[in-house]
């Protein structure tokens, strides 16, 4: 097979040049451009391409690869909106994604927010390189006795919960499907209008969808506590990011920490330092000292890179041989 990897960083050619020295009969071209309609060219003469998170994989792209003779689309995340799905069946283009990778690794980041914006990692590091070893606006509370509300509790969430729970925590949990491992811990699920008013730290690991397209908007705000600590490192659109600067110049918000942001297609993944930021909304956000954001890093751990990998070589590896794809994705329209 002839893969195409769009989109491809250091760590991307690494641990994918590694789980494919299992099938040397492949061949893998590395862009680092993004998928465009434009650069879908590069695709001509591959058997697949294997795209990332802020690749587009539209009607019009899909046709080129079609035309090109592409067959496979491989996904290395689990999300897949940035795919026409009814445009790849249409064209005969099976898609294949990642549907788990270490939920650890996300969920360890979101508690490593909470924990930093609480007690400050991030202002005190740059303090005591400063030789400042003043306490003042340093202080924390104990997560300990808290109220924390988790929203979605699929294999991040649960995760989560385990995790927080061993805090000494009253974990409330709100999901559309109830797992039983979030009791099992001692969490109690709660409709999200009773999680919200009552939770100090809520951490949203739901998926983006038209239901959950600004779960967090001026509405579910005014509902929160005073000072809430709001943590996101699901899906940017979980969060009407304009409403949520209102709740932090009103107070109302406390700590904000973000691992997504809905613009982040046009800001994440590369080194911008040396240009001045387009986008004012994610300006005034980095100007809150209560703010806290990192660049969708929250995957971003050596296990989660091998498992990406592997599943990702052993999906090509089936479908080069015509046997069943465990992780393909299908339209349901
Ligand atoms: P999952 O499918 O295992 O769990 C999602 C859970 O959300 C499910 O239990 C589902 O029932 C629940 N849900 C669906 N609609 C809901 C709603 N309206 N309200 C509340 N809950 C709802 O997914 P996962 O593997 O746990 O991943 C969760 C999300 O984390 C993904 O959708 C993805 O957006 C995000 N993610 C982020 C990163 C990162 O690096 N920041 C990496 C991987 C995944």
Redesign the pocket.
Known sequence: MRIACFDSKRHDREFLSRAASTRPEDQWVFFENRLTIESAEQSRGFDAVCVFVHDSLDRATIAKFAGFGVKLIALRC??FNNVDLPAAEEFGLRVVRVP?YS?HA?AEHAVGMILSLNRRFHRAYHRVRDSNFALEGLLGFDVHGKTVGV???????EVFCRIIAGFGVQLLA????P?PGVEQVGGKYVPLDELLQVADIISL?????E??HHLINDDAIARMKQGVMLIN???GALVDTEAVIRGLKSGKIGYLGL??YEEEENLFFEDRSTEVLQDDVFARLLTFPNVLVTA????FTQQALEQIAQTTITSIGAFARGEPLAFEIKSTS
């Open positions: 689990a999300g788990a939920p996300v929203i979605g509790t699929g294999k991040i969430g709100y999901d559309v499907h797992h690991h739901c998926p983006l969808l239901s959950t490192t699901s899906r691992d997504v969708h890093q929250a995957f």
